[in-house]
């Protein structure tokens, strides 16, 4: 799956601060008000121009992040699941395990299994989890690639004059 980010030919400006904002700060909560107080916007029009440029909302950018990061936080910590999941962001291990499910398809037990010995799980769920993976992958890279279309402000030249 490909997330088609806008239809211009340069990002706007308000979701590159937003992706900044976010990818900044993801492990503390973000709320739709939180960023309609720091951007001075109105969360209806951040909220739709948002999933217009990103394709997908901002409650389900920030999960799918969250989910990514905790994903390979299981990969490289020997860290029990609760404590991956309150680093990575979440407020509790229910809600970690509610929305992996969700965005995965699969629970963070199989997860862990599928990273640590993936001769114990059947084709099928092998497959889910790669596809999931590499989903998640590509809306970790929405950032980077957004922002590289980013128009870049033309600071004016100012021109000494010393003769009339």
Known sequence: MYIIIGDNMFSNELICNILIYINDNLKHKISIQTLEE???YNRYYIMKLFKKEIGLTITDYINSLKIYNTIKSI???NNNMLNIAL???FNSLEYFSEMCKKITGVNPTIIK???YNKNNIDEDTKIKIT???NKLYNISNIKK???SKRKIKDNPIKKLTIFK
């Open 87 to 89: 680093i990575s962001g």
């Open 75 to 77: 990969e490289t910590s």
């Open 113 to 115: 299994k599928y990273l």
């Open 131 to 133: 596809n999931s993976i």
């Open 38 to 40: 720091k951007f001075y």
């Open 145 to 147: 690639d957004y922002l």
